[in-house]
């Protein structure tokens, strides 16, 4: 495994995506000594940007750096009504909407980069929304699977005083203890935080009922991921069992849970122990597409 003083060494550059004429912007790694084996497709939450995923506070933490040292082109990507977009959109779109954008900049990206195995889509909070309704409705061509984090279908505090709240600028605290956190996170953290699109925000108390029609059409791999101190959404044993009831078409579904987290899981300390869990189950979805079909392997070599 590569060290983390050669991770955070990887060039992460900005690049722009085509997305049906709207100029989505996006940060993207690459692999230096072999064409990437698949490319991790990062999706922010609501009121953040795609330098989530970089470790802000501590290089160690970045998903950019330790994808490209690992093989993987990862491509952290502006969601509609963000950065270059935001001036274009700035009510913000819906996660159908957004989906259907974000298949079109990945097929942008997929006539300019090479994309290995295909896509995989790691997503948090909102992020993870639009991740599943891309799934479902628009899916990228090669979809290998999705790992989404702090995105649940029972919200465990009321979305309505949510919208609210984040209407009048203030933001639910979900972060457990600050010991969790490397020193210097929050002042850091000041660049990827964004104004949560109106749309976004009238969507919240929607989102129920939009799971319970988009998480049947999701056939890909699924792995979802719930930080100890997640506060958002319900994530007991109860309500577990009926989030993952519904990916009745996925082939594989699970459930974890990361210790030692808040809802921001790849802010904290414990971001690289999630990005590694997230690339071990990618790596697991590549098995299917690696392995020879029978008729074409190597005639058995045991004696």
């Known amino acids: 495994m590569a060290s983390p003083a050669r991770e955070s060494a990887t060039d992460v550059r900005r690049i722009t995506l085509d997305a049906d004429g709207i100029t989505l912007s996006a940060l993207l790694s690459e692999p230096v000594e072999a064409p990437p084996r698949a490319v991790v497709v990062a999706l922010h939450g609501g009121g953040m940007n795609a330098d989530y995923f970089t470790g802000p506070a501590h290089p160690s933490l970045s998903l950019l750096s330790l994808g490209a040292a690992l093989g993987l082109t990862v491509l952290a990507v502006d969601r509609p009504g963000y950065r270059a977009s935001a001036a274009r959109l700035p009510a913000g779109l819906g996660v ?8 079109a900049a990945l097929d942008d990206f997929a006539a300019r980069y090479e994309t290995g195995a295909g896509f995989f889509l790691l997503a948090h909070s909102y992020g993870g929304k639009v991740a599943l309704v891309a799934a479902a409705e628009h899916p990228p061509q090669r979809l290998i699977g999705l790992d989404i984090s702090g995105c649940g279908y029972a919200y465990a505090i009321d979305p309505g ?3 609210k709240a984040l209407e009048r600028g203030w933001v639910p605290k979900s972060w457990g203890p600050l010991r969790l956190y490397p020193p210097g996170t929050f002042g850091a953290g000041r660049r ?3 104004p949560m699109p109106h749309a976004e925000r009238a969507e919240l108390t929607r989102w129920p009922g939009l799971f319970r029609a ?3 059409g999701v056939e890909a791999p699924v792995r979802l991921t719930f930080a100890e101190h997640e506060a958002f959404w319900r994530h007991d044993d109860v309500a577990l069992a009926d989030l993952t009831a519904w990916f009745t078409a996925a082939r594989h579904i699970t459930v974890d849970r990361q210790s030692g987290a808040g809802h921001n899981i790849s802010l904290g300390w414990a971001a690289r122990s999630y990005h590694l869990r997230a690339i071990a189950f990618l790596e697991s979805c590549l098995v299917p597409h690696e392995a020879l079909p029978a008729a074409h392997a190597d005639p058995d070599p045991r004696p």
Do not use: C, F, M, Y
Not at 96 to 103: I, K, P
């Open 96 to 103: 159908s909407e957004q989906a259907g954008l974000l298949r």
């Open 161 to 163: 005083q949510v919208s």
């Open 192 to 194: 990827l935080v964004e």
């Open 214 to 216: 988009t998480a049947p």
